[in-house]
Structures are given as C-alpha cells and as structure tokens.
C-alpha cells in the first residue's frame, strides 16, 4: 500500500496538523508520501521531508496554487491520487475544502473526521456531534478520509531523509478565482493547536467584557482564546474563535470554559481536552457532565480573584 497524504501549509511553514495526519497513515501501513501544493513552497517540501516516517514528498510548485483555490489543488490531487490505495487529509477548513472535491473527481465516497484505524479498509468516525462513535468499512479502490488531528498524537517533525520530487501543475480549472483573504493575526498560540485554551460563551455578557475578564486570564496561562457558537452569533468575538461542531475542534491539556451553558454542538468540540475547568453560575448546565472541575459563581467575580492568584 502506499499512502498519500495532503500537507497543509502556508507556502512558508508546514501545519503541525499533518504531523497527525501522518501518524495517522503510518497505522494503515505501507509507504507515506505526503504532496506538498504551493507557490515558492520548497521550504514547507524541506519541513515535510524531515517528518519521521514519510519515505516520499511531492512538490507541486505554481502559480496557479499561490493561494490554494480548493478547485485547482483537487484537480491535482486526483491525478496523483491515482498511484495510490489511500489519501489522507487534516479535518480542517482546508482539508474538508480539497478532499471532498478530489473525491468526486475521482468518482468514490470518502470517510470524514477519522479518529482510529481498525485497519487498512476500516475506520472508526463520531457521529450525532460526538454522542456516538461508528465503525465505517470502506470498499473504493482509493480510500479518501479526513483525519481529525486530536484524535492522534503527531509524528516527530524532524528525524526524516525522505526525497523531494517535482510534480508538474495541473493548471487552473477555471471555475474560481482568488479575490482576497483576511487574516487575523495574534500574539496568541493557534486555537487549534494550543496546551491551554480560555474559551468564553453567551454567559460574559458582552464582546467587551469577554476581553475585559478573560483576556488577562489567557494572558498569564499563555493560553489561545475560543468561544461557544452563541458568543459568536452574539457577535463577542469572531468566528475563527469558535469551539464546537461547526467550529474548531480542539483537544488542549487544559480548557477552561467560562460562561458557557455545554450545549451538544460546543461539547462535541472539546470534550476530548485532557483536563476541563467549568466557570457557570448555573449548577444545572451541561457542561458540568464533562468537567473536571466544576466553580459555581459569578464570572466577573471568580475569573478576576482567580487571575490574582496565579
């Protein structure tokens, strides 16, 4: 078998995500290539070949790929899909964006949010936002899944020698075009990949207050920020922000919720955090089924005195 997965990167630094992935292709088994699309990407294709475990890179470096337009990296991904038993993705906007469009295109079903391997055909997916988990069998001739990161500790990012080969562009498929991007940067560790998360819900009462209270908190921990989708549909914070189903999952060594009730869509985000800190006035909200520990008060009183303690 030979396995091929799909680096996710800004054309500059390799996503810590696909070290999960790979982890991930080396319980399948067999040879791992790992494809790198981009524009004056050859330091992510160095990054990606000094990954323990992958034997090959593939470097597709044009133009055409400078901003990843999901339409054009799928059509190349199903060409070089075609030497392979298995493509593999990050469950991630990107990952979620290419693998399904390269599906099709390849004319098989793929498997979403992989979180084992039972074997080189078999996988185990969450289902009903987490509440249960099903066994999937898949009998395509390529095997086209997305791997959610958390489920899977990362391989080590150095320690590899494989080769990097150049892989002609495909061209534009001509069916979208780039007009621009927004990025919001942050002093802050990435949300998804972070030790430590503060996240806030509909509970601190205001965009301004969210800041107000948790952001010394996150200050002292080092910590990334999130929120509940309610916070965001309240317009506290942005969306890139939100922990959930419909948002970002994320598994930290610590989460620390504050003012959020634990409703199914947000739990099925971070229920997997090794340890769970739940701040709510409420003593009947659901979060408290997943906490490790549990502090019934008043935010804006508790979150304050706990910053002067640490």
Known sequence: MAILVIAEHDNTALNAATLNVVA????????????VVGSSAQAVADQAAQVAGVSKVLLAD??????????????????????????????????????????ALLDVSMITDIIAVESANTFKRPIYAGNAIATVESSESIVVGTVRGTAFDPVAATGGSAAVEAVAATGDAG???????EIVKSERPELAAARIVVSGGRGVGSGENYHTILDPLADKLGAAQGASRA????????????????????APDLYIAVGISGAIQHLAGM????????????????????????????LNTVVPELVSKI
Not at 24 to 35: D, P, S, T, Y
Not at 64 to 87: D, W
């Open 62 to 103: 044009d133009a055409v790929y400078a901003n990843q337009l999901a339409e054009n990296v799928a059509k190349l991904v199903a060409q070089v899909a075609q030497g392979y038993s298995h493509v593999l993705a990050a469950s991630t906007t990107s990952g979620k964006n290419v693998l399904p469009r390269a599906a």
């Open 231 to 250: 916070a965001v549909d309240a317009g506290f914070v942005p969306n890139d922000m939100q922990v959930g189903q419909t948002g970002k999952i994320v």
């Open 24 to 35: 991930a292709a080396q319980k399948i088994g067999g040879e791992v290539a790992v494809l």
């Open 175 to 181: 069916v979208s075009t780039f007009v621009k991007e």
């Open 271 to 298: 229920k997997d955090s090794k340890v769970i800190v739940a701040i709510n006035k409420d003593e009947e909200a659901p979060i408290n089924a997943v906490a490790d520990y549990w502090l019934v008060g008043d």
